[in-house]
């Protein structure tokens, strides 16, 4: 018998036992999408679409206007304003940015990979643990024809090298494909970021003119577009858009690349991913993990419900329904 384990379900299981049991053991999901989940997940669909020729990123914003758009217009204050007019906005920016990425080939987008990583002893049986997960993009750079595998990564803001290093996720993708696919092996990583807060588009001064705020968290396109809009002239911002010019590489979006992690540091990420999956097979009561960060967590009135001894179950039925999300997908950090 074989047992299915995953960085997002060990990962959730490591912040709350309760968590990993209503989210994948029982497999509820909200009825309305938190906002931070649905963002990384149509960026994620839209990457996909731009990857492989049959689908378009176009569709995937109708798809989702037509299953959410008037739960989109009505809760402006969690959606935002235009939520899925800044979905697009962030998109064609990262087109921008990359172009038609004339410089790779795409080999694969959004591929399972599933490894079976050994045998672990779950109630005094044998079971074969099945590693699974989705890879964003699998690719080769024309330049040197070296194999990557690429992550999509949607923040509100950048991570800095810190945090990027503390995410072992895209580690493990790496180790698990090369375990499976000794002939195609890849040279490293790309984490691939995308920020999720559009650049904001400044204001029209009451006396005329754009304003030249310098903390305008805005980028040269979008300035360019309302200086065009207002019919102003360009050379009278010739200093601030300059500015922004500087300030924007690496603001919206970035790719940075880390050949493969040393044998020293696989082994101990490898080694305690299964320890965990041992333990999440092996447990039968899954405790509530209660902290200041519960109120983040979509789960957190079904739960807190349960915990204060009010019908929970009540809560279950009307605010959740079952899970149509794949376990490895991604949503905004």
Request: glycine share 6%; aromatic share 10%.
């Amino acid at each position: 018998m074989s047992l299915a384990t995953g960085y997002s379900m060990v990962k959730s299981f490591r912040r709350c036992q309760k968590q990993f049991e209503l989210k994948y053991i029982i497999g509820l999901q909200r009825k309305r999408p938190a906002a931070p989940l649905i963002r990384g997940t149509i960026l994620h669909e839209m990457l996909h679409a731009r990857a492989t020729p049959k689908l378009k990123a176009g569709a995937v914003l109708a798809k989702y206007e037509a299953k959410f758009g008037e739960l989109f217009r009505e809760e402006r204050d969690e959606y935002g304003e235009d939520f899925l007019g800044d979905l697009k906005r962030v998109y064609d920016g990262y087109l921008r940015e990359y172009g038609d990425d004339s410089d790779i080939k795409y080999e694969a987008s959004e591929e399972k990979v599933e490894i079976d990583i050994g045998q672990i002893i779950v109630a005094n049986k044998k079971h074969s643990l099945i590693y699974q997960g989705h890879l964003d993009k699998r690719l080769i750079t024309l330049e040197d024809e070296r194999r990557w595998l690429m992550d999509h990564k949607t923040h509100k803001n950048i991570p800095d090298e810190q945090q990027r290093l503390n995410d072992y996720q895209i580690l493990m993708y790496l180790w698990a494909w090369n375990l499976g696919n000794p002939k195609k092996k890849a040279d490293g990583i790309i984490w691939d970021y995308l920020r999720t807060k559009p650049p904001t588009i400044p204001e029209p001064l009451v006396r005329g003119g754009l304003s030249q705020a310098k903390n305008c968290d805005t980028d040269v396109f979008t300035y360019l577009k309302e200086i065009n809009r207002l019919k102003l002239d360009q050379k009278d911002y010739r200093e601030y858009l300059a500015m922004l010019e500087k300030r924007q590489r690496g603001r919206f979006y970035q790719r940075i690349k880390l050949p493969s992690p040393s044998k020293g540091m696989t082994k101990i990420v490898v080694d305690d991913f299964i320890e965990t999956s041992t333990q999440m097979h092996r447990t039968r009561h899954f405790c509530h993990n209660l902290t200041r960060d519960c109120s983040w967590c979509e789960f957190y009135r079904r739960c807190n419900a349960e915990v204060r001894g009010l019908d929970y179950k009540f809560i279950e039925k009307t605010e959740y329904e079952p899970s149509d999300r794949v376990a490895e997908f991604a949503e905004e950090d």
